[in-house]
């Protein structure tokens, strides 16, 4: 009984002895032997050395640190082929960012002086002490030290681009600021620069990239209030004169430019070209209104364009937008003025186009003392406005037009398959079939009234 229980509770089993005399099966009951076996039957000298596989290009075996004696040159061709490869494009490319970055900073140098004497500041960086230069050093010191920050030349450029440089001004009367942009060589890249000229001689459409500057000139036109809020707040408000001038299109460009400006630029298709006997034979005139270019063209600004020479490439006055208009809020008139030079060669100085770009910044002076017209000659020029004004209006309305249509015809649609919903078989079938009547009689109706 009790083992009955144990069986039943997991109990230990009884060991069965094992059978004698099974020979198939070894007995591994028995303990092992504390004697080791003899050694004496197996050496080392005895054993048959392992033959090598192949014993070609194979080097005796060395520590792991001894990489000349297991290696040979002829292990890094490979690496012999590319290093100078990357040598020459890591070389390039650094002389190319350096040269272009050079270049830029002589512009700058040259006309940081103009740009200092014209503008409150230069640059993207206020002429502004901080709180702890202050407490450091004291507030005359932290000013002074401020403005010698602003001034530096590494801090009024900014690179975009290894190609592309920019600068920014304002602070000055008439003028809410003026955006600089220098596009240079991709020097540190000469296959693209290659290209870029090859593609150039064989379309017209993509000319071969230049190195030049382009500046733009965005004047108040009477929006300081909206443009700077603080602008001639509290007693020198009344001393803030009139900044506004009439809207038009005036330029002076580079007859190799003329038909890609014309081309490219909204503003420009309105103008007419014509040459003038006062400017030299390689510029023309494209603008609007007689009256309009007699005004503009000062001696001043044919003096500067004449030493200019080659590197002009256009001045434009306009206040309508380059890109074709599509809607009514890009026919708000945003006057400006853009001036694009070419620049010269590394190691030039800039005397030869420096009245130009000088002229280019006080023009905002002078179309605000001589830029109102005569109502004869702004006649034509406010019809275009009208004229362009209307089609972009008639555009907006058939296009809301179509859009309320197409809305109709949904919600008509929508209407109709409820009303079918809720019909029988038949009463679907009567109204399909006076559908369709109407719908052939509608037709029949059309094909009269063309014939």
């Known amino acids: 009984m009790a083992d009955f229980v144990k069986g039943l509770f997991g109990g230990q089993k009884p060991v069965q002895a094992p059978v004698v005399g099974d020979d198939d099966f070894a007995d591994f009951a028995g303990a092992p032997s504390p004697v080791p076996a003899s050694l004496d039957g197996f050496t080392t000298a005895s054993a048959q050395p392992a033959s090598a596989t192949s014993t070609v290009g194979q080097f005796p075996y060395t520590a792991w640190y001894r990489v000349w004696e297991r290696t040979s040159i002829n292990d890094f061709k490979t690496e012999m082929y590319i290093l100078p ?38 640059g993207y960086i206020r002429p502004h002490a901080t709180a702890d230069d202050v407490s450091a050093m004291g507030l005359m010191q932290a000013t002074e030290k401020a403005k010698l920050d602003a001034m ?30 220098l596009t240079l ?33 965005y004047v108040f036109d009477g929006r300081e209030a909206q443009i700077a809020p603080t602008f001639g707040k509290g007693e020198e408000k009344k001393n803030v004169p009139r900044s506004t001038f009439d809207g038009f299109v005036f330029a002076v460009v580079h007859k190799d430019l003329m038909k890609r400006l014309r081309d490219d630029r909204y503003d420009l298709s309105l103008t007419a070209t014509k040459d003038h006997a006062k400017l030299p034979i390689w510029t023309t005139v494209m603008t609007e209104n007689a009256e309009i270019t007699e005004a503009l063209l000062t001696p001043e600004l044919i003096k500067a364009i004449t030493e200019a020479g080659d590197r002009f490439e256009a001045l434009v006055v306009s206040d309508q937008p380059m890109d074709q208009p599509k809607k009514l809020d890009d026919t708000v008139p945003k006057k400006r003025i853009s001036l694009s030079l070419k620049l010269l060669p590394s190691g030039d100085s800039y005397t030869s186009t420096l009245p130009l770009f000088t002229y280019f910044l006080r023009m905002p002076d002078q179309l605000v003392s001589i830029g109102h017209f005569r109502p004869e000659a702004m006649r034509r020029i406010k019809q275009t406005r009208e004229e362009q004004i209307a089609r972009i209006r008639k555009l907006d309305d058939d296009e809301k037009a179509e859009e309320r249509k197409l809305k109709g015809d949904k919600e008509k649609k929508e209407k109709r398959d409820q009303m079918l919903g809720r019909m029988s078989a038949e009463e679907q079938r009567k109204y399909l079939e006076k559908e369709r009547e109407r719908e052939g009689k509608r037709r029949n109706k059309k094909s009269t009234v063309k014939a």
Not at 98 to 118: F, V
Not at 152 to 164: F, I, T, Y
Not at 185 to 206: H, Q
């Open 85 to 122: 490869f990357m040598l020459l494009v890591v070389g390039l490319h650094l002389w190319g960012t350096r040269t272009n970055r050079r270049k830029a900073t002589g512009w700058m140098k040259a006309h940081a002086p103009i740009l200092q004497q014209e503008f409150a500041q230069v």
């Open 152 to 181: 530096s030349v590494e801090n009024m450029l900014r690179e975009k681009k290894a190609d592309e440089y920019m600068t920014y001004a304002t602070g000055r009367l008439n003028v809410a600021f003026v955006d600089l942009k």
């Open 185 to 217: 060589a991709k020097r540190y890249n000469p296959l693209m620069r290659a290209g870029e000229s090859l593609i150039g001689l064989f379309f017209d459409s993509m000319p071969a990239p230049e190195e030049r500057m382009e500046a733009t000139s």
